[in-house]
């Protein structure tokens, strides 16, 4: 079955950097827009970035532009995200996800998900 591991949460201070790794396994990955998204306590599930199935567009909501990076890797099945200059707003669950060739940034236009990882930034 598909399963979308991710790692490299954490804890870390304002200003500090992290990299998300999320791993891809049971489809054919180079099918498939992925996504990051997060979720803190009492708001909504919000889109991150994204990058789509040729690894040739990538695009990013306006709060994270300039400070996270999205990318792909198809030989390793591996989406990274590269999050620097880190605020207590990006405190969250940070989830994986894989879509269609048309998916972008709203979390319906995705089939599968990873269970989510912690990412806490303390001010």
């Known amino acids: 079955q598909v399963q979308l591991v991710e790692s490299g949460g954490g804890l870390v201070q304002t200003g500090g950097s992290l990299r998300l790794s999320c791993v891809a396994s049971?489809?054919?990955?180079?099918?498939?827009?992925m996504g990051w998204f997060r979720q803190a306590p009492g708001k909504e599930r919000e889109f991150v970035a994204g990058?789509?199935?040729?690894?040739?567009?990538?695009y990013s909501a306006e709060s994270v532009k300039g400070r996270f990076t999205i990318s792909r890797d198809s030989a390793k099945n591996t989406v990274l995200l590269q999050m620097n200059s880190l605020e207590p707003e990006d405190t969250g669950v940070y989830y994986c996800?894989?879509?269609?060739?048309?998916?972008?940034?709203?979390?319906?236009?995705?089939?599968?998900w990873g269970q989510g990882t912690q990412v806490t930034v303390s001010s």
């Open positions: 996800a894989a879509g269609s060739r048309f998916a972008q940034g709203y979390p319906a236009q995705y089939a599968y």
């Open positions: 049971g489809l054919t990955f180079t099918n498939y827009n």
């Open positions: 990058i789509r199935w040729s690894g040739g567009n990538a």
